[in-house]
């Protein structure tokens, strides 16, 4: 299960709506972060978007990906390859 931030990233390859909640710096580190997290993650596997159904509005399960404790939504996602779910 992943943040709405790593979500965004993994699906569209877009972080511009980083910049809402932080400065533009803090939006740069974000994403260098993320986009780290989800290289390390590609090295399993191709990761996707998963079933929405299986969402949670709200988790304080640290996000799969980045690994951010920050309390909120989680979205499901999948690693093609190994069929690994996270
Ligand atoms: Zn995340």
């Keep these: 299960m992943v943040c709405t931030d790593c979500l965004m990233i993994i699906a569209n ?3 511009s709506g980083l910049d809402d909640s932080l ?3 803090e939006a740069v580190e974000r994403e260098q972060q ?3 997290a989800i290289a390390e993650i590609q090295r399993e596997g191709q990761i ?5 159904n299986r969402d949670y509005e709200f988790s304080v ?7 951010t404790r920050l309390a909120g ?3 499901h996602c999948v690693i093609l390859s190994s069929g ?3």
């Design 73 to 75: 939504q989680r979205n």
């Design 34 to 36: 993320i986009r780290e």
């Design 13 to 15: 390859d877009n972080a």
């Design 48 to 52: 996707a978007v998963g079933d929405s």
């Design 84 to 86: 690994r779910e996270s």
């Design 61 to 67: 399960s640290p996000c799969a990906c980045c690994g």
């Design 23 to 25: 400065s533009e710096k």
